[in-house]
């Protein structure tokens, strides 16, 4: 199995879950401007969409976008993601609340052409839909209960980005799992990895 991934990029959520379900895994770093992997093939011969992750499983298929690939590792490691009840299904739902109102709303930030005004917005955005991560915890260390799980491996991303490369101050609870997420030792493994511990 290969993850094709860009250091501190959204593939950091399905590193620390490989690491986190003890799945063997090699990883090919993609450079994203360039298109092109370390050993310099260019990678939209690989995934024609330019950006990661990309996971190549046992039998040559690629998979591609964040929510499917930690639903696939979730499957190898049940206890990253509850195989089946309402557990399930609050997985699901909070995998695609952080694809598409917390990832998604970091575009503003992440693009060099976007006005101070427009990193403004998008921050209170960010602010704004943080606060309804909150109630999830629910008094829990992780989002999944006692244990990580792959919503907590996304979700950490989004944090790292908030706090490490824009600057955003995290609320006391947000910050307190932060930093339980970062002593992970399926984090600090990925971090490692990556070259951005």
């Given at each position: 199995?290969?993850?094709?991934?860009?250091?501190?990029?959204?593939?950091?959520?399905?590193?620390?879950?490989?690491?986190?379900?003890?799945?063997?895994?090699?990883?090919?770093?993609?450079?994203?401007?360039?298109?092109?992997?370390?050993?310099?093939?260019?990678?939209?011969?690989?995934?024609?969409?330019?950006?990661?992750?990309?996971?190549?499983?046992?039998?040559?298929?690629?998979?591609?976008?964040?929510i499917a690939l930690l639903s696939?590792?979730?499957?190898?490691?049940?206890?990253?993601?509850?195989?089946?009840?309402?557990?399930?299904?609050?997985?699901?739902?909070?995998?695609?609340?952080?694809?598409?109102?917390?990832?998604?709303?970091?575009?503003?930030?992440?693009?060099?052409?976007?006005?101070?005004?427009?990193?403004?917005?998008?921050?209170?955005?960010?602010?704004?839909?943080?606060?309804?991560?909150?109630?999830?915890?629910?008094?829990?260390?992780?989002?999944?209960?006692?244990?990580?799980?792959?919503?907590?491996?996304?979700?950490?991303?989004?944090?790292?980005?908030?706090?490490?490369?824009?600057?955003?101050?995290?609320?006391?609870?947000?910050?307190?799992?932060?930093?339980?997420?970062?002593?992970?030792?399926?984090?600090?493994?990925?971090?490692?990895?990556?070259?951005?511990?």
């Amino acid at each position: 199995m290969e993850l094709y991934f860009s250091p501190g990029a959204c593939s950091l959520a399905t590193h620390i879950a490989l690491n986190a379900g003890n799945i063997a895994h090699d990883r090919v770093k993609v450079d994203l401007k360039a298109k092109t992997t370390e050993q310099g093939e260019d990678y939209r011969t690989i995934n024609p969409k330019g950006y990661v992750p990309a996971l190549e499983i046992e039998d040559g298929a690629l998979l591609t976008e964040n929510i499917a690939l930690l639903s696939y590792v979730g499957s190898l490691a049940p206890a990253l993601f509850p195989p089946d009840g309402m557990a399930h299904w609050r997985t699901l739902e909070t995998l695609a609340f952080i694809s598409t109102e917390l990832h998604k709303s970091f575009k503003p930030l992440f693009n060099p052409a976007s006005s101070e005004a427009e990193k403004d917005e998008a921050k209170k955005t960010l602010r704004g839909r943080f606060d309804l991560i909150e109630p999830m915890l629910n008094g829990r260390p992780f989002l999944n209960g006692d244990a990580i799980g792959v919503t907590d491996c996304y979700l950490f991303v989004t944090l790292f980005w908030a706090k490490e490369k824009f600057g955003m101050e995290l609320s006391p609870t947000l910050a307190g799992y932060f930093s339980r997420m970062r002593e992970q030792p399926a984090v600090a493994q990925a971090l490692k990895e990556e070259g951005i511990a």
